[in-house]
């Protein structure tokens, strides 16, 4: 799949930071702990485009890409849709070329439980129409009705009639999926969060509802930043359709590419990990079941207080000494231009090579 020259959202140097605070911290009166969810990540996403963010659970991929569509500000760097920044759109801060209610309805999200998400006291159709007579004020009751309608067919939902009159516990997972997909699309968005989108559903249900999201793609020129932390998944939607998977490590992207390029040849250790651990991917590893796990430890750093230098080095099999000081930066890994990658690995001419391993 082709992508546009001009991205359609930009993240240029994103942070995102939490504060902690326990029971015992307000009692002693302690400062509050501060969560580096995300840490300097820059993305561009492309209209028509396939971006998936795959990682461990607490690794920012959710944050990282609510950010990305407006839901989350971040406490550093910026986020621009189409060039226009915006939390200044948000805020009215300078000359704003796109009023943030323009942006705020082509930035569209699918939540993970698509049945918490709609409101179980409203019917489909009066779920529906919400959205619509929020954006679109102007539209009859017959009108608003008849593009639900519409929709819920588009979606596979037939006859539309019958499921617009249903209540959300009425319809199966698969189903609402389907609602809260449709929901997204009823803004004509030109990005859609998907947020584990498929992770509730049984492995056939998974496949359809991905197909599924590749034929509105088609049809609608949408963009899907789709969070997983199945990496099968992951490659299944985007290699599909050509687009890209993005690996994430305690806030940081440590590698990024086409999805053929990650499956096929990772760089980082840290994605060689993940494609070792997904038996689908490496039908080795599942062979060789007493395999010893390829990784220092399993056990994920505290995120309240990172380590040093690369994030990853005090899990990482191929660690140096350099690895416990220096950050490596996001870059390409080679001069194909398929992928890139934070890892000093990929520099024939780094100082980690002079190195000393760290110990076992």
């Not at 963010?53 to 849709?81: F, I, N, W």
């Not at 992928?339 to 990929?346: L, Y």
């Amino acid at each position: 799949m082709s992508r546009s020259s001009e991205p359609v959202v930009t993240l240029d140097d994103v942070g995102v930071e939490f504060s902690s605070t326990s029971l015992m911290q307000t009692l002693r009166r302690k400062e509050a702990e501060v969560v580096r969810a995300v840490d300097g990540v820059s993305l561009d996403i492309h209209e028509n485009e396939v971006i998936v963010l795959v990682g461990e659970s607490g690794c920012g991929k959710t944050t990282l890409g609510k950010t990305a569509v407006g839901l989350q500000r971040p406490s550093d760097g910026s986020v621009r849709y189409r060039g226009q920044d915006i939390w200044d759109a948000k805020d009215g801060r300078g000359d704003v070329d796109i009023p943030f209610a323009d942006i705020r309805r082509s930035l569209q999200i699918i939540h993970q439980d698509p049945g918490s998400s709609l409101n179980p006291n409203r019917t489909i159709l009066s779920s529906l129409s919400v959205p619509l007579k929020k954006w679109y004020p102007n539209l009859s009751v017959d009108d608003r009705e008849e593009r639900i309608y519409k929709l819920l067919d588009y979606v596979g939902m037939k006859p539309a009639s019958s499921y617009a009159s249903r209540y959300p516990h009425q319809l199966s997972g698969g189903e609402q999926q389907r609602v809260a997909l449709g929901r997204a699309l009823l803004m004509n968005p030109d990005v859609i969060l998907a947020d584990e989108a498929v992770s509730a559903l049984d492995v056939s249900l998974r496949i359809e509802m991905m197909d599924l999201m590749h034929d509105l793609q088609r049809e609608v020129n949408t963009s899907y930043l789709f969070i997983s932390h199945d990496l099968a998944n992951a490659y299944y939607f985007a290699e599909k359709v050509g687009g890209r998977i993005g690996i994430m490590y305690l806030g940081n992207l440590v590698e990024i590419g086409d999805a053929e390029e990650i499956i096929r040849n990772p760089k980082h250790p840290y994605t060689k990990i993940l494609r070792w651990a997904t038996p689908v991917m490496d039908p080795d590893a599942a062979r060789e079941g007493t395999k010893e796990l390829p990784m220092r430890k399993i056990d994920i750093p505290d995120p309240k207080h990172p380590p040093s230098g690369c994030r990853f080095h005090t899990r990482c099999p191929k660690a140096r000494e350099v690895c416990t000081t220096q950050v490596p930066q996001l870059t390409p890994a080679d001069e194909s231009g398929r992928s890139d990658v934070a890892c000093f690995r990929s520099e024939r001419n780094h100082e980690y090579w002079n190195s000393e391993p760290l110990p076992e």
